[in-house]
């Protein structure tokens, strides 16, 4: 039996990228990629942010001019004044560039690219200028859409679904150009997509370091390995679909143009088919991540480690078939309809064995509230309410008086903000300390989390109130309708929270951006946590270890009786613990 | 394959066990998932759409030229062939005969690709376009006597320019990822019997490219 | 480990294609069969065609579980989204 003999590991890339452009800009080092990501996708965090304030500008003060709006185009808001045109093209891209740009690139493009690697032991992804190409696409993807802002006759304005026949004809939606750079864009995202996902599975299956078996990993790795997976057969779906639909803006197609026989339920059903394991891409990696951060500050294991695996998996799997509930006012077909609303019920069920675990983590632990913590267990109680609203969603009946009201804003926001963008700015916080080597202030940071946490539930929590009263989406003046007009007060309420909280970011925004040069330069290992990427110097260097590590256990190993330190790292080795096994069946060492 | 070439196809630091692929035979997999996806997406709406059509669809051998299209099929099935036997070779450490068996994949990808601009121009000059038929060709005649059936073309023309468009596009990424690796790796003796990964994943594609054009060529052309 | 020591007969299963191709083609144009039997028929051919390529081109018939299951995975949800959107039409 012949093996490679080494003196040591020979990674991807033996030689550290020298140059500005080969080691900052052209990298396939996954760590920058990750970073790269971050840098990108904030900036669509803010532009979301802004268009968002426009639009609450709007329901908050129907008809007034809006301050600064003086630099809008007269054919958007004369005087500074938002056009229904407008309106909608904000509502639009508001969810086109969070969903898309914002949420789905911080939580796979960075924190996938940033951890996989680091976490399972290994140099770098399986193909590290795939990897470089996933982002590259990903920035073309986004530059397209950002130009789409600029054209001449607007943006996109068929909602960030883009239902057909609206989307296809510009005769219906008044934009032609703005509609097609919508679909280019997408496209090109389905393919940054795509290939990340494909990275990521093959680097988890097997780039994995010895020891490192699959029940070893960390939440946060398998959250990322099932939503890689749920990536990598819904993008395509999309890509397909919005390929369809730019056909038919461009080459006169037919696919969703009910006059030559075209169906637009058939958009509506590629699109959710897409659509609803795209959420769950939306909310797994911030679930893994919470897993870590709340196991971490609690100083405990996660409770049911196995069952949240198992979860994570049937959440992914039942994701699958659930995507008409998305559809239930749509005309669709009722029997359908029925075994959709079954389903959409039975998924509750996995993601509360994963909230149940969460608490059975904490209780009774050693509690350490750090910023992550604060933002991880906020998660848990916001996703809780998020999930419940969506019971209420789940069943038809009660879903012909919500679809498409404030309700379902109400239910969209606690998931994505409540849930995945807290948890996001914990794991920022969390991880922060790896990737660019200083702390953010802990001060800053608990001051950020209140003040978001409170206005965030003054914003959102009434807009349940207002769904129940029949207050619909996308509307841009609810005060037409008689029946909105005493639930005006309401909105202009929480068009001021909404304010206040897009201004609290700026002290996220800053502690973020100061720390990077003045933050307290960070200990290897400051959250004392037992993941492998904490056995690294912060920053990681290039090619993160030159041995590849053994494992010798799980991730949580928290006040565990063996040592005496409340935390006991995975490549720690006891004098009980043996090497892994496959070490000894002739793999090259 | 011996052993020797089994741990020399693993990855060169140690690594748990995984499904004993190399990275790119397990990568071109996962790609390939990801493709059927995609034609999912595309076929799958041509049997929506032609479920739910408002009336007829065409008859099979009217607007389409079977008998070209089944020696294009006949022709990519043989591709496949001569690019598992370009694989088997390597495999024995023939460079040889992965020279000759690639370059006739090639070619014959290449002349698929050849035949069917070859149909797409004969079938536009008769006047079917991707929005149905157009006024005033010959196709226009059969609309209008009846033998195809006018509500159901725009849809015809969408579906099948949508699906084999697609498919033709990846038969040319394949050919151009070939010709990249007979021109750069193949003829510089880049491959052996110990390291032939690229010609591997190179051969899954070309043969996922071929199984799509099996399902394809029955339901758009036969039914 | 690759499994295989000897090649599958690949001029064998070129040859079965043939034939398969061949049989389609008559069933499409010369049998005098109802449409939906010949829908059904062309459709199991295709996909023992298709199959075919799979195991023994694509060698999925010698690698691991793990790895077939990859690729068996996309199949049921391309089904299942399929069936859905064609229940708009046909119930």
């Known amino acids: 039996m012949t093996t490679v003999a080494a003196t040591h590991d020979v990674g991807h890339g033996e030689h550290a990228p020298s140059g500005f452009w080969r080691k900052y800009i052209f990298s396939t080092d996954h760590k920058t990629i990750g970073i790269q990501f971050l840098f990108l996708s904030l900036f669509f965090l803010l532009l979301g942010g802004i268009l968002a304030m426009q639009m609450r500008w709007q329901l908050g003060f129907p008809g007034k001019p809006m301050p600064g709006g003086g630099i809008l185009p007269e054919s958007m808001a004369p005087g500074g004044v938002i056009l229904p045109e407008y309106y909608i093209q904000l509502v639009t891209m508001h969810g086109t560039f969070m969903v898309f740009f914002a949420i789905m690139p911080l939580l796979v493009g960075v924190f996938a690219n940033f951890l996989i690697p680091l976490k399972l032991g290994a140099h770098d992804m399986a193909f590290p200028r795939i990897n470089m190409a996933s982002f590259w696409f990903a920035f073309a993807a986004g530059m397209v859409m950002l130009a789409s802002l600029f054209v001449p006759e607007g943006a996109a304005r068929a909602g960030w679904t883009m239902y057909a026949p609206l989307s296809a004809r510009p005769d219906l939606s008044g934009a032609e150009l703005g509609q097609k750079l919508w679909s280019v864009s997408i496209v090109l995202l389905g393919l940054s997509s795509i290939l990340g996902s494909l990275n990521y599975i093959t680097t988890i299956i097997n780039n994995r370091a010895p020891g490192m078996t699959w029940f070893r990993m960390p939440l946060s790795v398998w959250s990322l390995f099932i939503t890689a997976i749920l990536g990598l057969l819904a993008l395509p779906v999309l890509s397909g679909a919005a390929i369809m639909l730019l056909f038919d803006q461009t080459i006169g197609t037919h696919f969703f143009d009910p006059p030559a026989g075209g169906q637009p339920l058939l958009w509506q059903h590629l699109f959710w088919f897409f659509g609803h394991p795209e959420v769950y891409i939306l909310i797994l990696p911030a679930m893994g991540m919470v897993s870590d951060i709340i196991a971490n500050g609690s100083r405990k294991p996660i409770f049911g480690y196995h069952s949240m695996v198992f979860a994570i998996i049937a959440i992914a799997f039942l994701g699958w078939i659930v995507w008409g509930h998305h559809m239930f006012m749509s005309g669709m077909n009722p029997t359908l309809g029925s075994s959709f609303m079954i389903s959409t019920m039975v998924i509750a069920v996995p993601s509360a064995i994963k909230t149940f675990n969460w608490m059975g983590t904490m209780w009774r632990g050693n509690l350490r509230f750090h910023v992550p913590m604060m933002h991880a267990v906020a998660f848990v109680a916001m996703f809780v309410i998020g999930g419940l609203s969506g019971i209420f969603m789940a069943a038809t009946p009660v879903d012909m008086h919500i679809h498409d009201t404030y309700f379902i804003v109400a239910h969209l926001h606690y998931v994505l903000f409540g849930g995945s963008l807290f948890a996001l700015f914990g794991a920022i916080t969390y991880w922060y300390p790896k990737m660019f080597g200083r702390m953010m202030s802990e001060r800053w940071g608990k001051i950020h989390f209140w003040l978001t946490f409170v206005f965030y539930n003054l914003v959102f929590f009434p807009m349940h109130n207002l769904g129940m009263a029949g207050h619909m989406r996308r509307i841009y003046d609810p005060t037409q309708y008689d029946f909105l007009k005493p639930l005006q007060p309401l909105n202009t309420f929480i068009s001021v929270c909404a304010f206040l909280l897009f201004a609290s970011q700026a002290i996220f925004a800053l502690n973020f951006i100061i720390s990077l040069f003045r933050g307290q330069k960070a200990p290897q290992n400051p959250w004392l946590d037992n993941g492998l990427e904490w056995t690294l110097p912060n920053p990681a260097p290039h090619g993160n270890w030159a041995q590849i590590p053994s494992v010798y256990r799980g991730p949580y190993e928290f006040s565990s009786p063996e040592v005496e330190e409340d935390y006991l790292p995975q490549t720690r080795k006891l004098p009980t613990d043996r090497e892994p096994a496959v070490l000894s069946s002739g793999a090259p060492s | 394959m011996t052993h020797a070439t089994a741990s020399l196809m693993r990855p060169p630091f140690p690594a748990e066990r995984g499904v004993d692929a190399h990275n790119l035979k397990l990568g071109m997999w996962v790609f390939l998932a990801s493709e059927v996806m995609f034609f999912t997406a595309l076929i799958g709406s041509y049997v929506i759409l032609r479920f739910g059509a408002p009336g007829e669809w065409a008859k099979p051998g009217v607007v389409l030229n079977i008998p070209v299209t089944a020696f294009n099929t006949f022709l990519l099935i043989c591709s496949s062939v001569s690019m598992v036997k370009a694989f088997a070779a390597i495999s024995d450490g023939d460079q040889k005969m992965l020279k000759v068996w690639l370059l006739v994949t090639i070619i014959g990808g290449a002349m698929f690709v050849g035949i069917q601009a070859y149909e797409y121009t004969h079938l536009i000059h008769r006047g079917f376009l991707p929005s149905g038929v157009r006024e005033g060709s010959e196709l226009a005649e059969l609309v209008a006597n009846g033998t195809l059936p006018a509500a159901t073309m725009g849809l015809y023309g969408s579906t099948f320019y949508a699906m084999t468009g697609f498919h033709g596009f990846h038969v040319t990424c394949g050919v151009v990822a070939m010709a990249y690796l007979y021109l750069f790796r193949v003829r510089r003796g880049k491959y052996s019997q110990q390291d032939y990964r690229g010609i591997e994943a190179v051969g899954l594609y070309w043969h996922f490219v071929d199984l799509v054009w099996i399902i394809l060529f029955t339901i758009v052309y036969l039914i | ?91």
């Open chain 3, 1 to 91: 480990m690759e499994t295989a020591h000897k090649h599958p007969r690949y001029l064998l299963i070129w040859l079965y294609l043939a034939l398969l191709t061949a049989a389609e083609l008559t069933l499409a144009f010369e049998l005098p069969i109802s449409r939906n039997l010949k829908l059904v028929i062309l459709m199991v051919l295709a996909v023992w065609k298709a199959l075919l390529v799979a195991m023994f081109f694509m060698h999925l018939k010698f690698e691991r579980w793990n790895l077939r299951i990859l690729f068996i995975i996309p199949i049921p949800l391309a089904v299942i989204f399929i069936f859905a959107a064609i229940t708009e039409k046909i119930w």
